[in-house]
């Protein structure tokens, strides 16, 4: 028989916080853009092989360079992003983006534009898009530093949030903390709210990112049409959104600019933006501003 585990499987359970969102919202909607293009594995920056995940599924020749799959990941910074971003500006929704430092360094535009007046949050996602299980810790410690730097370098901000490629490492927030310019970070999927963790003493907040609102499922099989998405992304919001009117709650689409930004999915993005503005009560804010809304609320209830 087994017995406890260090994971837990509880959460909140049956004593679901009342969140307090803004204005008495029902549901936090957060809208996060990967900016990885440029960042992701490629021989050209010394990998022994080229990014695997792509349109097509294929393993790359140890090696030698796919000029198809660069130029797949290249339409995101050329075209698929400001397709998007325009989309956001156009009805002044803020929202995330989950920018990997190397690609903002390799788009002189997109640094121009995050470094502007603009509303949305830059949260960081590492150095490159790299798998940081990986790594050892003194490796990810250094990375954690050049990520930082290179993004204060290339927009004048620096990011309070994190999230890694897919999964952090075992040493990930306890690195995270040691920076000390960080406030929260995203790499949990075990909830539809914020929660704090305790790592080495101190309470950490994590605002838990989602794989299955994700439009990566169109490159994994699970997507065909943009009414698929659109279609499970309106039961998601429904769901959440009828649940909130007791116990508010969290809602995160993720977003990448070469997936989502092609005009044949885009059109999903578009169905859905329009259909949660016909409803009231709903907050599409960053993650930063969840972060925040959560301790809040959060010290609230303990008062």
């Given amino acids: ?3 406890l585990s260090d994971r837990d499987f ?14 008495g919202s029902q549901i936090a909607v957060s809208f996060v853009i990967n900016i990885e293009e440029g960042s992701e594995q490629s021989v050209t920056d010394g990998d022994p092989a080229g990014e695997s995940l792509g349109e097509v599924a294929r393993s790359p020749a140890p090696g030698e360079r796919d000029l198809a799959m660069e130029t797949t990941y290249e339409y995101g910074g050329r075209a698929g ?10 009805y002044g929704m803020s929202v995330s983006l989950y920018a990997c430092s190397v690609a903002v360094e390799r788009n ?9 007046p603009i509303s949305h949050e830059i949260v960081c996602h590492g150095y490159r898009w ?23 370098k290339t927009t004048g901000k620096t990011p ?36 704090t963790v305790n790592v080495d003493g101190r309470e950490w907040c994590v ?13 994994r099989g699970g997507l065909s049409t943009s009414n698929d998405f659109f279609e499970y992304l309106k039961d998601s919001f429904d ?50 501003q969840i972060a925040s809304a959560y301790r809040q609320s959060a010290g609230q209830e303990r008062a």
């Fill in 207 to 219: 605002v838990p990112h989602a794989f299955d609102t994700n439009d990566i499922k169109f490159w």
């Fill in 130 to 152: 790299e798998d940081v299980t990986q790594l050892g810790a003194e490796q990810e410690r250094e990375h954690i530093r050049l990520a930082i730097e290179s993004l204060q």
């Fill in 1 to 3: 028989m087994f017995g």
């Fill in 108 to 116: 002189p535009d997109l640094a121009d534009y995050l470094s502007g």
């Fill in 160 to 195: 309070a949030g994190w999230y890694c490629r897919y999964a952090p490492s075992i040493h990930t927030r306890r690195l995270l903390i040691e920076h000390g310019g960080f406030e929260y970070d995203c790499d949990s999927y075990a909830d539809d709210l914020p929660f």
């Fill in 239 to 288: 769901v959440l959104y009828r649940e909130g009117e007791t116990h508010p709650k969290m809602m995160t689409i993720s977003l990448h600019t070469r997936i989502i930004g092609r005009p044949g999915r885009f059109a999903a993005l578009e169905k859905f933006v329009d259909y949660i503005r016909t409803k009231e009560k709903v907050w599409v804010s960053t993650r930063g």
């Fill in 10 to 23: 509880v959460g909140y359970a049956r004593n679901v916080p009342v969140m307090q969102w803004p204005d």
């Fill in 81 to 90: 992003l400001w397709r998007v971003l325009k989309l956001f500006d156009r």
